[in-house]
Nanobody, 111 residues
């Protein structure tokens, strides 16, 4: 079964930046749409950003203009660059593709 592994999370101050990575064990991103989601404590999981197999991109309104999703096919990796981070961005960030979820990476934004 395909595995997805996220990394790049951490603790930053408001206004800071992080680049999250989602690495797949197989070359699936070129064939399937993928998405970044996040889940904060006590809240439902929500969509953050997504990329189709052909590279079409969409963002949640909450991160639009502050985030960029990109893909490196040679590395089976999708990135989520997040800038101007806010405390409300604090959550576990997970990637999803082809019925598989990663384990998530924690992002904490606090002064």
């Amino acid at each position: 079964q395909v595995q997805l592994v996220e990394s790049g999370g951490g603790s930053v101050q408001p206004g800071g930046s992080l680049r999250l990575s989602c690495v797949a064990s197989e070359n699936i991103f070129r064939l399937n749409a993928m998405g970044w989601y996040r889940q904060a404590p006590g809240k439902q999981r929500e969509f953050v950003a997504g990329m189709s197999s052909i590279g079409s991109i969409n963002y949640a309104d909450s991160v639009k203009g502050r985030s960029t999703i990109s893909r490196d096919n040679a590395k089976n990796t999708v990135y989520l660059q997040m800038n101007s981070l806010k405390p409300e961005d604090t959550a576990v960030y997970l990637c999803y593709c082809s019925g598989v979820w990663g384990q998530g990476t924690q992002v904490t934004v606090s002064s």
